[in-house]
């Protein structure tokens, strides 16, 4: 039990008595001088200062459990002045408090919450609160929450007490010189050194118990003064990671950020050379519209360099699953806002910081450097589960050739304790200590707060010469160090994405959250493009009007909360945020529509998809045919007869294709398309319910390598019908299994190409994933995945650990397989989770994970995917085809010759991504890309007013002016044009 005792306050396990020797010396450091009285008022959200009357608290005494996870207490504390005037005001709590003086202004913030491997803190329960004048009568409030135990929801809020007491400056001391040898000899593997360390600790504590305090400090100075000979120096630099939301809700968010930004902007004033980093603008503009002078504050520490803003992505997000547009906007709106509010300019904003993101897309390099940043720090590939990544100072190239400089802070984590035994373990951990340097992260994180008195006190005796046995250390920021960094001989490059071998449950998880993610996602596309039709006037209009509508967006799509991986109540949350949004965006959509010229009433389809259009619409009850441009209208013609199509108990048929069904699961058996190819083989469509079990303690993240590679089971079919209904042939199947129910309507469209499968699902499983499993004729070694804006080949083989590690992938839109004879496309509207291995082409369409969330996905779901087959050298039709799949037209009666198209390309691999209002001028975005993998020069032709063409980065910069007929375009390459206006 002592050695669990030691391991549970991150004490090396085979010192079990230094656990008892700290709490001894920590006994000696305060002295009660006084009781203070207490009151509380409990509510189940948070209540404004002052929104109470004296009558609304009630007294509570010490060791008095108040409230349940999440429940909101202000505690009032009062008591007569100190006589002593070194008396501090010491708070008891199990959980967080902002605490504020009797006129609401914050005077500091306490915290208890514990991380695994925290060290022991020298005021045990209680926590010291700075600001207050204790010569003068004691009279604050606490605004106190419990957030959980190990930053779980267990257990209940508890008030500890709260006194007035005096620290012995020595004793104080004595303590952290002792934690900081104890955990050097816990953590180094020099056996000599060990001995020596822990004759001297022993000496030390020899003379504490002999009551001399002076003495057994000078016991640890010598080896506290023997100064490093390491070759390596980290540079450390404060952070308190907090997610926006994860196992509390985003209003907890809100108060976390003011508790974190009030505890250290303390510590940068009253520790010089302290270097505090923040990474999320987001939480600083909560600060400015919530806590202004908390703000004025930060800003101040910003300016003295006190604090650092790291990054300039508006929150943390994830980078598998958001559009390329959104990670542009991520930075795009995070700079806007540290330049307005923070006065940084462009050479402060050159680090992008992602500690916790699950895998990095291979479209983020050129994103990054388009916006800004060369610089890019993680730590995340240190949790690989399969492979150890073999660099942690590298060179990362990205589907196009875009490189940034990625340093992962070799100890490994995001909330280092700065003490010994970190230390040593980057120092072992980073195969490039021969450049001398290396970056150390350190404070309480996840759940904010950022680095306590016992970081400080830890570092403060490892800075400067350093400790014999330790490499150096020396606070500074991560810019400096990246700037210092990139002067040193970085040899390796890391080419295409960095894939985490873990959380593949996240392309996944919570399918409502992903499914309006997307959706949102196009609705901000089309409002944008819809609005760049328009005069300079409306385009500012709406430019601004959407402001706060894409912060809230890009707040969605943290790494906490898009990949499924929080709380039911923050899904909930999400989903209505989406909802609301999606709702401003619509009707937005439709008063630019409204103003667009009209002629009569008939029918015309706006397509705002950046590829042509030849399909059936319902209009009314009735298929007519939409044959349109890209971003332009046109009218709505009446659907011929199609006596080519056929639904009938032997299968479906278009006259391109032909479908056999398998009735008792429901899968193509047979599909053949005019050539006479069979594309089917070994079936095509098979609904399988896998086993998907319990994953401790990462359920919503991961998913069982065995378990996915497992047959499964297939779902049977129930009851089957088929019909032809105007220009599409339809089979529809109804297929049950153990609590779940599948109505799925398999169409072929007259004319098209495409197999799709309109699907309704009522889930209500646990622990069980269902996926539509395909295994085509044509197959390859490799399969193509769509990402942002391009896509990357990934092997389907599984010939070394690496690519067995790969067995779940995160694609977009599409993903294929191909040989030398053609293709084979999966398309989807809103599902991520793949796996292509060893002939089989698989898409996750649901899971039933347990925790953080219960319910996780349990309900009714609707989505569309489709199949392809493809010739040889026709990858575009199906990047088209993913982009028709996914944004339908629309019907705008009356405005068939209101459009003319916005902009088109004449090379049938490029892609008008984006057309928006341009935010540092009155001009027009159009953003487009390569999409194929191979350099070629295209000609845009655009409908919009303008006087001149700039081709520019992602933030708008003007490189020099841009020829419209001729843009020259690398592989993979993002393009971004700004016309201006006339």
Not at 98 to 112: K, N
Not at 596 to 605: E, F, I
Not at 666 to 683: M, N, P, Q, W
Request: charged share 25%; with cysteine; hydrophobic share 40%.
């Amino acid at each position: 039990m002592r050695a669990l005792a030691s391991w549970l306050v991150g004490l090396p396990a085979e010192q079990p008595a230094a656990y008892r020797r700290l709490r001894a010396m920590r006994a000696r450091i305060w002295r009660r001088v006084a009781p203070l009285q207490a009151s509380i008022l409990v509510s189940p959200e948070p209540t404004p200062f002052g929104d109470w009357q004296p009558h609304d608290f009630r007294p509570i005494r010490p060791g008095t459990a108040w409230g349940d996870v999440f429940e909101c207490g202000w505690l009032h504390l009062t008591g007569p002045a100190a006589s002593d005037p070194r008396a501090e005001v010491l708070l008891g709590i199990r959980g967080e408090a902002l605490v504020h003086d009797a006129e609401g202004a914050v005077l500091d913030a306490v915290s208890t919450v514990y991380l695994q491997g925290d060290l022991p803190h020298p005021g045990g329960r209680y926590r010291t609160v700075r600001g207050v004048d204790a010569t003068q009568p004691i009279d604050v409030y606490a605004d106190a929450t419990y957030n959980g135990l190990l930053i779980y929801p267990l257990r209940r809020a508890v008030f500890h007490g709260a006194h007035l007491a005096v620290r012995d400056a020595t004793a104080y001391a004595l303590y952290f010189d002792a934690l900081t040898l104890t955990m050097l000899a816990g953590g180094t593997d020099d056996a000599a050194l060990r001995r020596t360390l822990r004759a001297a600790l022993d000496a030390s504590w020899s003379r504490f118990r002999a009551g001399d305090l002076d003495a057994a400090r000078a016991a640890l100075a010598p080896a506290l003064s023997a100064p490093s000979t390491s070759d390596l120096a980290y540079t450390a630099v404060g952070h308190g990671h907090l997610d926006m939301a994860w196992l509390w809700p985003l209003r907890e968010t809100r108060r976390k950020a003011a508790r974190t930004y009030a505890r250290q902007l303390d510590a940068i004033e009253r520790r010089p050379g302290y270097v505090y980093g923040t990474s999320q603008p987001q939480q600083m503009q909560w600060m400015r519209d919530e806590q202004p002078a908390l703000f004025a504050r930060l800003q101040a520490a910003v300016a003295s360099g006190g604090m650092e803003a790291q990054g300039s992505f508006w929150i943390e997000p994830d980078t598998n699953l958001p559009s390329g547009e959104s990670l542009i906007r991520q930075a795009v709106v995070g700079r806007r806002f540290l330049r307005r509010e923070l006065g940084l300019g462009d050479d402060d904003l050159r680090l992008c910081w992602l500690p916790d993101t699950f895998g990095y897309s291979g479209a983020l390099p050129q994103i990054l450097r388009g916006t800004g940043m060369e610089w890019f720090q993680t730590i995340k590939l240190a949790w690989n589960e399969v492979n150890d990544f073999p660099h942690r100072t590298f060179r990362w190239a990205g589907i196009d050739g875009s490189e940034v400089l990625v340093h992962m802070p070799p100890e490994g984590d995001y909330n280092s304790r700065a003490a010994a035994d970190g230390l040593l373990k980057g120092l072992r951990q980073h195969p490039e200590r021969d450049l001398g340097t290396a970056l150390l992260v350190y404070g309480g994180g996840d759940g904010g707060g950022g680095p306590s008195e016992v970081h400080h006190e830890v570092l403060d005796r490892e800075v400067g010469a350093g400790i014999a046995g330790l490499p150096r250390v020396a606070r500074g920021s991560a810019s400096d160090f990246f700037r210092d960094l990139a002067t040193r001989d970085v040899r390796h490059t890391h080419h295409g994405e960095l894939y985490l071998e873990k959380h593949q449950g996240t392309y996944t998880t919570q399918a409502a959250t992903k499914r309006w993610n997307r959706t949102l996602e196009g609705l901000l596309h089309d409002v944008e493009a819809i609005a760049s039709a328009h005069g300079p006037a409306t385009r500012a209009q709406v430019r601004d009007e959407l402001e706060p509508v894409w912060q809230e967006a890009l707040l969605q799509q943290f790494h906490d909360i898009l990949p499924g991986s929080s709380i039911a109540r923050v899904h909930r949350e999400s989903v209505a945020a989406f909802e609301r949004l999606a709702g401003i965006v619509e009707a937005r959509i439709a008063s630019l529509v409204d103003a667009l010229p009209a002629a009569g009433d008939a029918p015309a389809a706006l397509n705002l998809a950046p590829v042509p259009r030849d399909e059936p619409v319902r209009v009314d009850g009735t298929w007519m045919r939409a044959r349109v441009a890209p971003y332009a209208t046109a009218a709505l013609v009446p659907e011929p007869e199609h006596p080519e199509l056929v639904a009938d108990a032997t299968g479906l048929a278009n006259g391109l294709l032909a479908a056999r069904f398998d009735d008792a699961t429901g899968a193509i058996v047979s599909l053949v398309d005019a050539d006479g190819f069979e594309h089917a083989g070994e079936g095509l469509n098979r609904l399988v319910l896998h086993r998907d079990p319990l994953q401790i303690p990462f359920d919503a993240w991961d998913i069982s390598r065995k378990a996915a590679a497992a047959p499964g089971r297939p779902l049977r079919v129930a009851e089957r019908s088929w019909h032809v209904d105007g220009p599409r042939a339809v089979r529809r199947h109804v297929l049950v299994g153990p609590k779940v129910r599948i109505e799925q309507d398999v169409v072929l469209e007259a004319g098209s190409g495409l197999v799709r499968f309109e699907t309704r699902v009522d889930w209500h499983q646990t622990h069980r994933m269902l996926r539509a499993e395909h295994r085509p004729t044509r197959y390859g070694d490799e399969a193509l995945c769509e990402i942002q804006m391009g896509h990357i080949r990934r092997p389907t083989t599984e010939r070394d650990s690496v690519e067995r590690a790969q067995f779940e992938v995160c694609a977009h839109r599409w993903l294929a397989v191909e040989d030398a004879t053609g293709g084979f496309a999966l398309l989807n509207d809103g599902k991520y989770g793949h796996r292509a291995k060893h002939g089989l082409v698989s898409l996750a369409l649901l899971r039933s994970p347990t925790f953080p969330d219960r319910t996780a996905d349990r309900g009714t779901h609707a989505f569309a995917y489709a199949i392809r087959p493809y010739a040889p050298g026709a990858l575009h039709e199906v990047v088209a085809d993913g982009y028709r799949l996914q944004a339908p037209p629309r019907i705008v009666p009356g405005r068939a010759d209101a459009l003319a198209p916005l902009a088109t390309v004449d090379d049938p691999g490029v892609v008008v991504e984006t057309i928006a209002p341009a935010y540092d001028s009155d001009g027009v975005v159009v953003r487009l890309y390569e999409s194929l993998g191979r350099a070629t020069t295209t000609a845009l032709t655009t409908s919009i007013p303008h006087r001149a063409a700039w081709r520019t980065d992602m933030l708008e910069r003007p490189s020099g002016p841009a020829d419209l007929s001729a843009i020259e375009l690398g592989s993979f390459e993002i393009a971004t044009l700004v016309l201006e206006s006339p």
